[in-house]
Every structure is written in structure tokens, then in C-alpha cells.
């Protein structure tokens, strides 16, 4: 049987998290709860290759038969890709008539005020493919004018002329009555049968035109993606005999059976990123941490979420690609800062890092696979900071020729630099660009970093960690255990969600309570609904209410939660607070205005148990030459030999087999319950 094996009968959970370099995959032993890490290759062409390759290596590593599998959980970027790459088939808006250029018009604003022309924005749908058709809601529900057959007839026509695979339908306040959208969607079902359609009374159902057409329009164009690849994956896993439950993760920390993720997939925007900011509010679970700043840096990219309270910030409206999406998802701020990050000199000699990748190839050129520009991991196996033999645990061997030699060419000789000094200016740069993120999605909520602790992960993470927590004040670093696929871990503790959103208007007083009771009964047993297809027991749901308030005249909303509709003034209250703490002011005097009802329902998948990793207790594996301000020989530890409460000053090395720490002078590094090691800023 195969090294650490799982027993023959023990139930196996397996969590994959595709990246953009690297598909990491953890099982899970439901029976122990102790979890096991793997990665193998990305395989962009087809990210179900990777994924099926990788399950099937952890299969035979670990010694478990597909027929042990409970479920697998996935979390896959194919959606952003798809949009960020501008991949998307060609796709129609239908629309009301005259509000065609919703799409183009957007806001008004730029990011560069001072330009003389505004800046390029992302448009999904060109104008010869949007097609308004006579008809007209208004503002508070009313039909002004019915649907026009002939017009709606005459866009159909042009339809199926344009030989789209896919269309968006928003009518004008179909937020508040779908009627329109409803008959226009059964017309084109009865005539155009393969088209794919989304309605914005279905995806979107809030006010704000312009948010609601583009959320509408993603979803649209990503069904015929997100569908092909579902279609893909579930022939591979049939093939090779998996026939277990599949769910992929949400951008609000949720999953979905995958009929729901094909209708919806604008919802899987921040799949795989929300896995490690669903991991991080685990990890204050069980570690008794309050406020975390998570960050993820893998291959290509650098998220940063915060867990306040022990609990994932939400938002309700992000944006990819330059296109809002109103959809509920786990607040994230990402910037171009991973392992691949390339690195160069420009034409004025200034010195960049990113935001371009070498991505899974030909990867940064320590790979060995043709690449000869200098990435962020070159620099760290320059300065000797990743042992090239030993990683992903010897698995893969780097050539630390190549990535010295890029570095040196495209840096080094250009700024007029010594090579030691041009790599320590990539990770300079690199970690400014990191800290920079974490500053902005603190201080704009007036918060103080030294109040959080760092939480690094990501296969990138734990080499940049504490220096990136230095330049913020911050005085702790948490390096969660299998941080290099964390994100995946965090999948294994997710829950099926469904968000639905009803628009309410109204002011928040006795005068609502009624409308707002007959709403929430409906939404809740639409909610329960949902959970009924999705085969999950009264027993494990939670449904649960919520309002968004804002005072009149303002065009921003504050999200509180609803006890019941009885509870309303309770409600007033936490958004008077709310509003107090965001933006330094309330008026507890005036009556909030009520814009939307919102329903979270909950399917509580079974939970893992965490399993104490045991910790050794022998000392330095070996010594390595790493550069500081000059080469030196510093420790180098094995993180599973690292013993409970042990205190180990830096300057040092930990590694595990998917990623390296390096622990910098002023640092001391302990490990704590459940195999984390927290380094704590001396003095």
C-alpha cells in the first residue's frame, strides 16, 4: 500500500483548487480528519485534465479508491479567464427599447480625470448586438407600455441572423417586474431552442441599470464556457469511473451543484480566491484569532481578504475585468504579485515587477522550460532563499543557473546593478506592491494593522510574509499548515449557499412590517426551495435575513442583518452603528430608507474534523547560503520537525513540500496547535 494510506473503508473528501501555474489538491480522511496535500501541473488548454490528473495521482499516493470518494468540492478560475482573457463567445442583449447603450454610457466616470479622452473600458456586447424591443416597466412596478410582439418578433429575427450562441435580457425595472423578461425569454426559448439566455430578474435582481445589464451580460456570456467545461469535466470523471457528488465553489464562499453553477456562472467569478479567504476564517476559528488579513500568493496573482471578527467580509457588487458584477461575493482585492511575476528594467531604468506573468509556461526561468525573463522566484533562488533541489519537496528540481542568468541580463546589467543587489530589488519592489494592497483594503475602512495578524499562504506566500508585515507595523505572521494549498483546504469546510435578493422600497418603520413579513415568507420558501433540490435536511439549514438600509438622498447601501421582520427596529439600529464606524458619522434621528430584502440559505455540508498534525522535535536539517545584506549559512528546518512551543530566531528557512518560509532577522517562529507556526516581530 502507498506511503501515509488511507484506510480501505475510511470515507475521502477531495478539495481541487486550479490555479493559473499549479492544480492543488487536498483529501481529506473523513474518518481520522486528517488531511493530505498534492499538487501537480495546471493544464490551461483544458483545466480538467489537470484536475482529473491530480485526483487520480492522490489516489495512488495515498492508496484510496474513487468508490471511497463522499464528494468533491472545486474551485476553478475558468470563469475570470474567460472574461479576463476576453475568451467569450459572441453574445446579443435584448433590452428596452432606447436603452441599448446602458452598457456603454455605464457611469460617466474615469479613472483618469484629468485625461483628455476617457480611458478604454471592457464592452462585452457591441452595439450591433444590442436589440431593444418596445416595452416599458416603470420605476415602481407598473406596465407603461406592453410588450410589443412585433418588435420583440423582428428582434428575433435579427438574432438568429447575428448566429449567437448566447443572450442577456434586462428590461428597464424588471428588477421589481419580470413579466416582460419572462415572455421575451419563452419567445426566444419556442424559436431559437440552443440559445443560451440569462435574465437579470433571475441573476441580478436589484436596481442600478447599468450594474444589472453588465452582471447580466457576464452571466450570459459565460453559460456557453462554464457549460462546455462542466460537460468536459463530468465526461472525464465518468470515464475514469468517478461517479461521486461534485460541487464547485461560489465567489461568496458557498457551492453549488453544478446544474446551478452552469446557470448562474457569474457566481463562480472568485471561485477559487474565496477558498482561501474561506480557509482563513477557519483558521480564527480554531486559533482564537479575531482579525486576520489573508493574503494568497500562488503563480500569478496576490488576494488579499480580511476576517473581521472571525468572519469573511462580503461585499455586494466587485468587479473583474473593468465589468461590475452585483452579485454577493467575499470582498477581495487582487493585484498582478505571484511567483511568476515578471521583472525588467523600463526605458526610463526604473525597475517593475509585474503585473505580467510567465505563467504555467513557460514559468519563471528556474523552470528550465525555455522561459529567460526574471520572475519574482528567480530572485528568491538568486538570494538562495529556495533550495533548488529540494523544490515542491524534490519533486521538482530548478536550475538556479537560468534564473541567476535572467536576472543578471534583464536586470542586473541594465540598471547597473550587481546581481545580488537587482534580485533583492525584485523582492523589494514585490513586497512594496503587497503591502500597498493590504494598506488600501485597510485604511479605507479605517483600520489599523497592527490590530490584525498576517495569515500567509499560497505556494509564494511564506517567503514574502514577514517582511510585507514589517513594512505595515504588523507584528505577526500566521503560516497556516499546507499553505501552499490552502485554498483548497478551506474548500473542504464550505456549505451550500444560495443568496436570492428581493428589491423593497419603503421607509424603515412600522409602516414596512408587513409588506417586509409577506416578502421573507416568500423568499423563504423560495430558500428552502432551493435546499430541497439540493437534497439537504431541515435539520442542516440556516436561512437567514438581511436588509440593505441607507439614509434618503444617499447612493450607497449598508447591509444589516434581519431577525425577523418584527426585529426591524434592531435592524435600524445596527445600520445607525454601521454607518457610524464606516464613515465617522450617523444620524440616529433620521428613518433609513429600505432598498432590498436579502435571504442567505444555507445547506450545511458535514464538516471535517482537524486533526492535530504531530510535531517533532529534532533540529536543523542542514544549512543554506542565503543573501541578506551579504551571503551567510543559516538554518534550515523541516516544518514537520518543528516541535510545539518551540521558539526558533530568525534568520531562518522552513519547508514543507509545497512551499518555503523564510523567517527574517527580528522575527521568532513558533508552532502552535494544529500544525500553524506563528512568527512573532521581536521587541
Known amino acids: ?240 469511473g468517478f461517479n461521486r457528488p461534485v460541487y464547485l465553489v461560489q465567489s461568496n464562499g458557498g457551492v453549488a451543484r453544478p446544474a446551478v453553477a452552469a446557470r448562474e456562472p457569474a457566481r463562480l467569478l472568485l471561485s477559487g480566491p474565496s477558498g482561501g479567504a474561506l480557509a482563513a476564517e477557519t483558521l480564527a476559528g480554531h486559533l482564537d484569532l479575531d482579525n486576520l488579513v489573508a493574503v494568497d500568493m500562488g503563480g500569478t496573482s496576490y488576494d488579499v481578504s480580511l476576517i473581521q471578527e472571525r468572519r469573511t467580509r462580503m461585499i455586494a457588487q466587485g468587479e473583474v475585468g473593468g465589468c461590475p458584477v452585483r452579485l454577493p461575493m467575499v470582498e477581495m482585492r487582487t493585484i498582478g504579485a505571484g511567483g511568476g511575476s515578471l521583472a525588467g528594467v523600463d526605458a526610463v531604468g526604473a525597475l517593475y515587477v509585474g503585473p505580467e506573468s510567465a505563467g504555467a509556461t ?111 507595523a504588523m507584528r505577526r505572521v500566521l503560516f497556516p499548515g499546507d499553505a501552499g494549498t490552502l485554498s483548497a483546504w478551506g474548500m473542504l469546510y464550505a456549505d451550500l449557499r444560495h443568496d436570492l435578493i428581493r428589491a423593497f422600497s419603503g421607509n424603515a418603520d412600522d409602516s414596512a412590517i408587513d409588506g417586509l413579513t409577506a416578502a421573507a415568507t416568500a423568499m423563504i420558501a423560495d430558500g428552502n426551495a432551493r435546499l430541497d433540490q439540493d437534497g439537504i435536511a431541515e435539520a442542516d439549514r440556516d436561512l437567514a435575513l438581511a436588509l440593505d438600509l441607507r439614509y434618503r438622498g444617499q447612493a450607497y447601501e449598508i447591509t444589516v442583518a434581519l431577525a425577523t421582520p418584527a426585529d426591524l427596529a434592531g435592524s435600524v439600529t445596527a445600520f445607525h452603528q454601521a454607518h457610524q464606524a464606516q464613515y465617522a458619522h450617523s444620524d440616529t434621528a433620521a428613518v433609513p430608507e429600505i432598498v432590498n430584502l436579502r435571504l442567505t440559505a444555507i445547506g450545511r455540508l458535514p464538516k471535517p474534523r482537524p486533526a492535530e498534525a504531530p510535531g517533532g522535535g529534532g533540529g536543523a536539517t542542514a544549512t543554506d547560503r542565503v543573501y541578506l545584506d551579504d551571503w551567510a549559512e543559516i538554518a534550515v528546518f523541516a516544518r514537520a520537525d518543528i516541535a510545539v512551543d518551540a521558539a526558533l530566531a530568525g534568520p531562518l528557512l522552513v519547508e514543507d513540500q509545497h512551499t518555503s518560509l523564510f523567517i527574517p532577522p527580528g522575527w521568532t517562529l513558533r508552532r502552535v496547535a494544529g500544525g500553524a507556526l506563528i512568527a512573532d516581530h521581536d521587541g
Open 1 to 240: 500500500m502507498a506511503a501515509h494510506a488511507i484506510a480501505a473503508d475510511a470515507p475521502v473528501r477531495i478539495a481541487v483548487d486550479i490555479g493559473g501555474t499549479f492544480t492543488d489538491v487536498q483529501i481529506l480522511d473523513e474518518a481520522t480528519g486528517l488531511a493530505r496535500a498534492h499538487k501537480t501541473a495546471t493544464t490551461p488548454a483544458d483545466p480538467s485534465i489537470g484536475l482529473l490528473t491530480g485526483i487520480s495521482e492522490a489516489a495512488e499516493r495515498f492508496g484510496f479508491g474513487f468508490d471511497q470518494v463522499s464528494m468533491l468540492i472545486h474551485g476553478t478560475t475558468i470563469a475570470t479567464n474567460a472574461v479576463l482573457e476576453q475568451k467569450l463567445p459572441a453574445g446579443a442583449l435584448v433590452t428596452t427599447a432606447g436603452f441599448e447603450d446602458v452598457l456603454e454610457i455605464g457611469r460617466h466616470m474615469r479613472r483618469d480625470i484629468y485625461a483628455s479622452l476617457a480611458e478604454d473600458r471592457l464592452l462585452l456586447i457591441p452595439r450591433a448586438r444590442r436589440l431593444g424591443v418596445v416595452e416599458r416597466i416603470t420605476a415602481d412596478g407598473r406596465v407603461a407600455t406592453p410588450l410589443d410582439p412585433a418588435s420583440l418578433d423582428a428582434a428575433i429575427d435579427r438574432l438568429a441572423e447575428l448566429e449567437v450562441e448566447t443572450t442577456a435580457i434586462c428590461c428597464l425595472h424588471a428588477h421589481i417586474t419580470p413579466d416582460h423578461e419572462q415572455a421575451i425569454a419563452a419567445r426566444i426559448a419556442d424559436r431559437l431552442p440552443d440559445m443560451h439566455l440569462s435574465l437579470s430578474s433571475d441573476i441580478s435582481p436589484e436596481f442600478r441599470e447599468f450594474e444589472r445589464s453588465s452582471t447580466t451580460v457576464l452571466n450570459a456570456l459565460l453559460m456557453p464556457v462554464v457549460g462546455a467545461y462542466l460537460s468536459r469535466l463530468e465526461a472525464r470523471l465518468a470515464t475514469a
Open 362 to 472: 513557460p514559468g519563471p526561468a528556474a523552470y528550465g522550460q525555455g522561459g529567460d525573463r526574471p520572475t519574482v522566484t528567480d530572485a528568491n533562488v538568486t538570494l538562495g532563499r529556495i533550495a533548488p533541489a529540494r523544490f515542491l519537496g524534490g519533486a521538482m528540481t530548478l536550475h538556479a543557473d537560468a534564473a541567476r542568468r535572467a536576472v543578471e541580463t534583464r536586470v542586473a546589467k541594465p540598471a547597473q546593478l550587481t546581481t545580488e543587489a537587482a534580485a533583492s530589488g525584485i523582492l523589494t519592489i514585490a513586497t512594496a506592491h503587497m503591502a500597498s494592497a493590504i494598506r488600501l483594503s485597510l485604511f479605507e475602512k479605517g483600520l489599523d494593522p497592527s490590530d490584525f495578524t498576517l495569515a500567509a499562504f499560497g505556494g509564494a506566500g511564506g517567503l514574502h510574509a514577514c517582511e510585507t508585515a514589517a513594512d505595515l
